[in-house]
């Protein structure tokens, strides 16, 4: 596998991994229910709820 | 599209009723309070859409989430309601179905949980029942699924050809009924409402329902609005709630049969004539929770758990270090995908096992009803502290995120209370620090894991209840916090209901594994073969290593003594599973097995247990910082829960470690 | 401990008067199928006033015993 290859995957995945973290302390901002992880029946009506809104 | 609406008293099987029509599975416990906001569903094999509403004993809302019921029956517009009753409990469970009789869209009443009633003396008529309260009976017990898909059938038969929506009229008392003719003709001549709907509009502002009153503020409904001050000086209200609850003694009484009993109801009076001693009842509730970690950690749970332990840091690691070599991956990409994400996720998920026989655990005690005579032993204790048994169920959620932990407080009414119990939720130990319990009770414990992780859980709930006390006393909180509980007749549990609810607490540690845990396990890798000046081969001189030793002077008086621990630390606040995969990764393992013998020359017990009191009390993650500061709406408490846990923490691991240094 | 001859452990009694307890309470009450009248079992105490567990028509529950006293009356 060439040097570039190597560098491309790992890059990818750091990449990710800077993406998750990015989009988890964006998301606990919004603090309550958008911290939490867990995609409880509230959570689901809610965005049912905004999708139809959009 | 027609929609039916279920709507009853807590704990009459309502949400298990759903799951039964419907499609979709919805949570279930057999406590009060579980559905907290409305679920929706569709009946099974039709396009009909059923809506799941929070038990409530009356439409007349006494906390925030029993007003759902009554907003949705102002602005959703049901084409049939769904009545679900606990048929041993009618005398009660009536009085909500009178003010839905009342409210005019037809009306079906599911005698739910009718085989506690057949153990009873007592049986109803079904055809007189119907006959004096003008709709349809059906006896259930959706719990062994009888009646139910005769039930749906009804359903959808009622809904084809609605029958005449006609709203039940009861006499009230001569003065309160010239008050409701007069108010509801008004209503419908100046607001045009239907006489129905202005009949029972009137007799919900009567009973002084307050989301009714705000509606006709709202509205300026003047008829009702103006007479106000003589509903309430004539106390209708309570003529109402007499006059209600005679038609339903009467009703009871013409439908009433005698019964030969099937023998078993004594089973819930055996179980707790041991389960809620007065002296037995909370050593007890200590054992139950033993013989859950014991589970967890001795007989079930860590068998499995060192199973995909092998399984991960032999075969997986070794298979996937030989693919990339064969591959012609460079050192530092396989470096980074087998000692990093490898070891530091597939190193955390081993411990899934344990982290699920847990939640099995606490669905068990959910669905066979122990949790409210849980509550009922602990309220002594609960009530010395000053807390409502209320605050009791934030705090047992806790134990599986405190996120939902403090989400959960907003059932509670008092604000100084619920900034109280928001304060001391951190304190409950999540699932997401057992990881670390389990690294560090296999290395020093072996023997007593299940007791140690017991005493580190209970540690947490004494920490929570002291502090709790302390704020009462800052916070001049008076205790005068009423506790009221039902106590349900037990269930066997039900194994689909355990999975699933064991499912709906754990899949969100699933989930993390590919988010955050892989995240902060790639960030610890990043820190570990990085440093000022590029890439290192030792990791004695990366960025992890200078942060930790940094920062070590502050933990050696706790008896931490190498900076991979303080580093490990550090990453926790990301989220606290981290804490567990960084240890692997910097300590530069394949797996967990290693990492707990190198813990051996680490540390001793006592530093060890000492570090186990730190990490369950230390700095809440960062989720959980921001809901605090989502709920409170204040960034002062926020940093306030941040420095105080840190403190104590730090203090209690101190003391636990200088005192304990003395004797060992 | 204390003395059982006290006036307010009794087995078995019927609520006379709900005017001591205050509103929210009395609702609370009211929604538990508890009222003037009602015939209240009672099943078990808690030491150092703990709860006190009642039975009413079939369904058990459990108050403070606060709440308990002032159902019985007196005080």
């Not at chain 2, 209600?244 to 004594?266: G, K, Y």
């Not at chain 2, 990881?435 to 414990?445: G, N, T």
Request: hydrophobic share 45%; charged share 15%.
């Amino acid at each position: 596998m060439s040097l570039l290859i190597n560098l491309v995957i790992a890059a990818a995945i750091v990449g990710f991994a800077g993406y998750e973290i990015y989009k988890s302390v964006k998301r606990s901002k919004g603090g309550g229910c958008n911290a939490c992880d867990y995609q409880c029946d509230t959570k689901e009506m809610l965005k049912q709820h905004s999708s139809k809104l959009n | 599209m027609a929609t039916v609406a279920l709507l009853g008293n807590p704990n009459t099987g309502k949400t298990t009723l759903f799951n039964e029509l419907t499609d979709k599975y919805a949570y279930v416990g057999n406590w009060t309070g579980v559905t907290v906001d409305k679920k929706m569903g569709t009946l099974r094999h039709t396009k009909i859409a059923v809506v799941d509403l929070p038990g409530v004993y009356s439409l007349n809302p006494i906390t925030k989430d029993e007003s759902v019921a009554i907003e949705y029956l102002l602005h959703g517009d049901p084409d049939l309601i769904l009545n679900v009753t606990n048929a041993s409990q009618l005398k009660r469970n009536l009085l909500l179905t009178i003010e839905l009789l009342e409210f005019g869209t037809p009306v079906i009443i599911a005698l739910n949980m009718i085989d506690d009633l057949n153990r009873t003396n007592v049986t109803y008529d079904l055809p007189t029942l119907a006959q004096r309260l003008h709709c349809q009976l059906k006896a259930t017990n959706a719990r062994n699924k009888k009646g139910v898909a005769q039930l749906r059938d009804d359903l959808v038969a009622s809904l084809t050809e609605l029958p005449p929506a006609a709203a039940l009229h009861i006499t009230y008392p001569t003065l309160v009924e010239q008050g409701i003719t007069q108010a509801a003709k008004k209503l419908a001549a100046e607001h045009g409402m239907t006489p129905d709907f202005a009949r029972w509009l009137t007799i919900q502002f009567m009973n002084q329902n307050q989301t009714i009153r705000a509606y006709a503020q709202a509205h300026d409904l003047k008829p009702l609005l103006q007479s106000a001050p003589f509903y309430d000086a004539q106390n209708f209200e309570n003529q109402i709630f007499t006059t209600r609850l005679t038609f339903i003694e009467d009703t009871l009484a013409a439908a009433r049969r005698q019964n030969t009993p099937t023998s078993q109801s004594e089973l819930t009076n055996q179980i707790d004539r041991w389960v809620t001693h007065p002296l037995l009842g909370l050593p007890i509730f200590v054992v139950i929770f033993y013989l859950m970690f014991k589970l967890s950690f001795d007989w079930i749970g860590t068998p499995l758990s060192d199973g995909l332990n092998a399984l991960v840091s032999g075969p997986i690691s070794h298979g996937a270090n030989s693919l990339l070599t064969s591959l012609g991956a460079l050192p530092f990409l396989k470096s980074l995908i087998v000692d990093g994400v490898i070891a530091g996720v597939g190193g955390v998920l081993t411990f899934m096992p344990q982290i699920f026989v847990l939640f099995a655990c606490i669905s068990i005690l959910e669905d066979s009803g122990y949790m409210a005579r849980a509550a009922l032993v602990t309220d002594r204790l609960m009530q010395m502290i000053g807390l409502n048994g209320k605050s009791f169920i934030p705090l047992i959620i806790g134990f599986g995120c405190n996120v939902t932990g403090i989400m959960a407080t907003r059932t509670i009414e008092q604000p100084k209370e619920r900034l109280i119990t928001t304060l001391i939720s951190p304190f409950m130990s999540c699932s997401a620090r057992l990881p670390i319990y389990s690294l560090f009770v296999a290395a020093f414990f072996a023997r007593n894991q299940a007791l140690v992780v017991l005493s580190i859980y209970f540690l947490g709930i004494a920490v929570a209840l002291i502090m709790a006390k302390v704020y009462q006393l800052v916070f001049k909180v008076k205790g005068n916090s009423n506790f009221m509980i039902e106590l349900p007749q037990y269930h066997l549990p039900r194994p689909d209901i355990i999975l699933q609810g064991t499912w709906d607490k754990g899949k969100g540690f699933v989930k993390k594994a590919g988010t955050i845990i892989f995240a902060g396990t790639v960030l610890i890798w990043l820190l570990s073969n990085l440093s000022f000046h590029g890439p290192v081969t030792d990791i004695d001189q990366s960025f992890a290593a200078d942060l930790g030793r940094w920062l070590l002077p502050v933990f050696a008086p706790l008896g931490v003594g190498s900076w991979e621990i303080v580093s490990a630390l550090l990453t926790g606040i990301m989220a606290k599973e981290v804490i567990s995969s960084s240890m692997i990764i910097l300590f530069h393992f394949t797996g967990r097995t290693a990492l707990v013998a190198t813990f051996a020359n680490l540390f001793t017990p006592l530093s060890a247990y000492a570090l186990l009191v730190f990490i369950l009390l230390y700095i809440p993650c960062f989720s959980t910082l921001a809901t605090i500061k989502a709920e409170t709406g204040s960034t002062k408490w926020t940093i306030y829960s941040a420095v105080s846990s840190f403190i104590i923490a730090y203090g209690l691991a101190f003391l636990i470690y200088q005192i304990g240094s003395l004797f060992i | 401990m204390q003395l059982l001859s006290d006036n307010a452990y009794r087995s078995q009694f019927t609520v006379r008067t709900m005017d001591q307890i205050d509103e929210l309470t009395t609702r609370q009450l009211h929604n538990l199928g508890i009222q003037t009248g009602s015939l209240i079992n009672v099943v078990r105490f808690y030491p150092f006033h703990g709860p006190v567990v009642i039975q009413v028509d079939q369904q058990r529950l459990a108050l403070r015993y606060r709440i308990y006293r002032q159902l019985v009356g007196g005080h």
